[in-house]
């Protein structure tokens, strides 16, 4: 068994001890009809299929599959319509919707989907497979939205090395590598507190957060490193007992040796496990850099900092990926 199939085993035995409802408004593609059957049969989750009762049923007749974890909901001819509608008006009135506009919101699956977790009829939502993701937040933004703990939305991957020479010995998180463009130094901070806070949840670690830079420990001098140092401080401040080193260059915050030249005076002796880049540019590079040559398994984006959990898809995305997505999302509701 590899290191990732071995980690993803433990995150579908976590889920399982207490399967959360998560619905899919995508509930007609193929993917996400036999990564919901897998997930039902094996206790994961109790999934919601958002669509046409006749296409999905027509998909699902041939399958074995546990009906107790396994629903199916037409948006359109829903009995909770009506509420949906009135609660949409009623949070979106002062933006100017009408009462017409947030019908044709909530009967559509994305929008109802949202409404369903906003008012606690699932735990959480997973879109993206044939939506763009800019529609798939703007459902979970404007229904769902931020958490009254944070101001900024970001989101994480978790990173599953498959090669034995990697420097990784279990999964680590790489953020933000999907969300945010240029963090200022408070969402910088945010993005590494809500990413240590879902390694201790999800991957059930200790958190040892990287902060990465072209400088490490003030060997370079500019605003970029100063925005850094800033949201370092400010991390440490609000959690004194984490391991958060200074600013690091990747190769210093991997090599302990080379870390321990570049900056004698750092205590950090292991391995970080949570990754914090930059911007956007370089989370992103990064990310697919560690998956296309570096040979590890990127799954996510999972996004951190809504109200309730909503995640986002790759149109890409294969069947073991949205089963994968469905474990972490249940863990993710507190």
Not at 177 to 206: K, W
Request: with cysteine.
């Amino acid at each position: 068994m590899t290191s990732d199939s071995s980690f993803l085993e433990k995150v579908f035995t976590k889920a399982s001890a207490n399967p959360r409802r998560i619905v899919f408004p995508e509930g007609e593609d193929d993917r996400i009809v036999e990564a919901a059957i897998l997930a039902a049969n094996r206790g994961i989750a109790k999934i919601t299929l958002l669509g046409s009762r006749a296409n999905i049923h027509s998909m699902l007749q041939d399958s074995k599959h546990s009906s107790q974890y396994l629903a199916v909901i037409d948006p359109r001819v829903s009995p909770r319509l009506d509420e949906y509608t009135e609660e949409l008006f009623q949070l979106r009135k002062h933006k100017g919707i009408s009462w017409e506009e947030a019908r044709k919101i909530v009967s559509q699956p994305l929008g109802f989907a949202a409404m369903m977790v906003r008012l606690g009829h699932a735990d959480g939502t997973i879109g993206g497979a044939v939506h763009t993701t800019a529609d798939t937040l703007r459902a979970a933004l404007q229904i769902i939205g931020k958490s009254s703990k944070v101001d900024t939305v970001s989101s994480f991957f978790i990173m599953l090395a498959e090669k034995n020479q990697s420097p990784f010995k279990g999964p680590v998180i790489f953020a933000d590598c999907a969300m945010v463009i240029e963090p200022t130094a408070r969402q910088l901070a945010q993005i590494g507190e809500n990413a240590a806070l879902s390694a201790s949840i999800i991957l059930g670690i200790l958190p040892k957060v990287a902060f990465l830079s072209f400088s490490t420990a003030g060997s370079g001098s500019d605003e970029r490193v100063l925005r850094i140092k800033e949201a370092i401080q400010i991390t440490r401040n609000k959690y004194p007992d984490w391991i958060i080193e200074q600013e690091l260059q990747f190769d210093a915050a991997i090599d302990p040796l080379l870390r321990k030249r570049k900056a004698p005076d750092l205590v950090l002796d292991t391995t970080p496990n949570v990754f914090i880049f930059p911007n956007l540019d370089a989370g992103n590079i990064g990310y697919k850099i560690a998956e296309r040559i570096g040979g590890m398994r990127a799954v996510g984006p999972v996004l951190q900092g809504l109200a309730k959990p909503a995640n986002d898809l790759s149109r890409g995305s294969k069947i073991e990926d949205i089963l994968s997505l469905i474990a972490i999302t249940g863990l993710q509701v507190s």
